[in-house]
């Protein structure tokens, strides 16, 4: 009995830390949840007004017989895929699901390039078959700069390839995020009808320059999409791990004073045994 009440004890205690250190990862969670969803409601604005720029220059384009690679195509076969997954664990099915999209959109395109973000995507991906043009590790607060140097790399690859595409989680709400395959380049850009434009400076010009400018916004607002889910998917996963903890210590301490009491019983009926012993001697 003893040896069940020890063994009761400390598994108590280890579910006591595991609480505590649960607690904390969905406290952190959360301020990170507050903070990214600040930049990324800021960083949404631009790419979606650029590509309505966009998509009215192209069609000024085509009605002047100009045809852009960033728009049109550069007439090349293959894929490229941007991969954005998380450096860290312990955020529920978040890793397990952009790295499973990824794989889907691999298997139906075999001729693909990677450019991999996170840990996770890059430990996955590493042994597989497919090449790696680059990889990058430890963005957990992106900014302007690391959307630079990735849509440096996103540009340099489909010079090699026909399309590049990107499997990324999109936040859609604190406990809803869903993971999402879309292209990059050639941009994606609805139909508007051809309207007269006055430009300057040149029309090709500046659809390359707009065109790059908005991919960069479009690369931050992924890189923030991303790691806003990736926070709040651990922040969930931490608070079911905090509930698990809780009625697990509600069902062990039940365990453990039925235990004891069961101790006492015997002890006392020991006690009361020895008692009635000696008064029978005596």
């Given amino acids: 009995m003893a040896k069940k009440l020890r063994q009761l004890r400390r598994r108590i205690r280890n579910i006591q830390h595991i609480r505590q250190i649960a607690k904390a990862m969905y406290t952190i969670a959360s301020t990170q949840v507050i903070q990214r969803k600040k930049e990324l409601l800021s ?15 192209r069609a000024w384009a085509r009605a002047n017989f100009l045809a852009h690679p960033l728009l049109e195509g550069n007439g090349l076969s293959g894929h490229g895929l941007l991969v954005v997954n998380a450096d860290r664990g312990l955020c529920g099915r978040y890793v397990a699901e ?5 794989l889907r959109f691999l298997e139906a395109h075999p001729q693909t390039k990677l450019i991999l973000v996170g840990e996770k995507a890059i430990r996955f991906f590493a042994p597989a078959r497919w090449p790696i043009a680059a990889t990058h590790r430890r963005l957990e607060r992106p900014r302007l700069p690391h959307a630079q140097a990735l849509a440096h790399e996103v540009l340099a690859l489909y010079r090699e390839v026909g399309e590049v595409h990107v499997v990324y989680t999109e936040f859609r709400g604190e406990l809803i995020q869903r993971v999402r395959t879309e292209r990059l380049l050639p941009i994606p850009l609805p139909e508007r009808p051809a309207r007269e434009h006055l430009v300057e400076p040149a029309l090709a010009i500046l659809v390359e320059e707009l065109g790059k400018t908005w991919l960069l916004g479009r690369l931050y607002q992924i890189l923030l999409e991303a790691k806003t889910a990736e926070h709040a998917a651990r922040r969930q996963a931490m608070k079911t791990a905090t509930d698990n903890a809780d009625e697990m210590l509600e069902k062990l301490t039940i365990q453990y004073n039925k235990a004891r009491q069961q101790s006492i019983t015997l002890e006392l009926m020991d006690i009361m045994g020895g008692a009635e012993a000696i008064r029978e001697e005596l």
Avoid: C, K, T
């Fill in 43 to 57: 960083a949404r604005a631009f790419p979606a007004e650029a590509g309505r720029v966009l998509a009215e220059l």
């Fill in 98 to 102: 952009v790295n499973q999209a990824a």
